[in-house]
T-cell receptor
Framework: KAGVTQTPRYLIKTRGQQVTLSCSPISGHRSVSWYQQTPGQGLQFLFEYFSETQRNKGNFPGRFSGRQFSNSRSEMNVSTLELGDSALYLC????????????FGPGTRLTVL | ELKVEQNPLFLSMQEGKNYTIYCNYSTTSDRLYWYRQDPGKSLESLFVLLSNGAVKQEGRLMASLDTKARLSTLHITAAVHDLSATYFCAVLDNAGNMLTFGGGTRLMVKP
């Protein structure tokens, strides 16, 4: 069974630009969660999508948004990039029930210059 | 708000020694996970702990959960260099399907 895939793996952007990251979950998984990892703040939950609806949201500004498609693939978008948005962005997929284990993708490393 | 604290944050140990990493959390939860992360890589699931008193072992690693004390431990037995990595505990927030992570323990095992 293929694991969670994320594209692109690496990305360099400049301040003020916007970026879209993509995540394809494990086949059959309906929930996709996004996390941001930085050296200073550690791993922080961004949001979770289930059946094309945002089900949970972390404490991030509105510049961070996401969506999920009918095939469960998810995208997250960050607008008006700031230097502090440089991070490893991880997505995780699960079957969808609250207690199902989450499986993480390889991550997208975003660098904002 | 759920808070998760791990200690120590950094651990340097000799091969063959034993040590324990601690994970405390602030509110009731029914699920606790341990992950391993190698530099530049994603998170690899190690253990899923589902109930009070749960104990799981894989090789030189053993994890346990005490939900009453809101404490989980990851015990390393006879460490080897290949265990060098950062270890995270994560607690499932009962309010939603989201994981709150500890700050991580960077483990360095020296030959």
């Amino acid at each position: 069974k293929a694991g969670v895939t994320q594209t692109p793996r690496y990305l360099i952007k400049t301040r003020g630009q916007q970026v879209t990251l993509s995540c394809s979950p494990i086949s059959g998984h309906r929930s996709v969660s996004w996390y941001q990892q930085t050296p200073g703040q550690g791993l922080q939950f961004l949001f979770e999508y289930f059946s094309e609806t945002q089900r949970n949201k972390g404490n991030f500004p509105g510049r961070f948004s996401g969506r999920q498609f009918s095939n469960s693939r998810s995208e997250m978008n960050v607008s008006t990039l700031e230097l502090g948005d440089s991070a490893l962005y991880l997505c995780a997929s699960s079957l969808g029930a609250t207690y199902n284990e989450q499986f993480f993708g390889p991550g997208t490393r975003l660098t904002v210059l | 708000e759920l808070k998760v604290e791990q200690n120590p944050l950094f651990l340097s140990m000799q091969e063959g020694k034993n040590y324990t990493i601690y994970c405390n959390y602030s509110t009731t939860s029914d699920r606790l996970y341990w992950y391993r992360q190698d530099p530049g890589k994603s998170l690899e699931s190690l253990f899923v702990l589902l109930s009070n008193g749960a104990v799981k072992q894989e090789g030189r690693l053993m994890a346990s959960l005490d939900t009453k004390a809101r404490l989980s431990t990851l015990h390393i037995t006879a460490a080897v260099h290949d265990l060098s990595a950062t270890y995270f505990c994560a607690v499932l927030d009962n309010a939603g399907n989201m994981l709150t992570f500890g700050g991580g323990t960077r483990l360095m095992v020296k030959p």
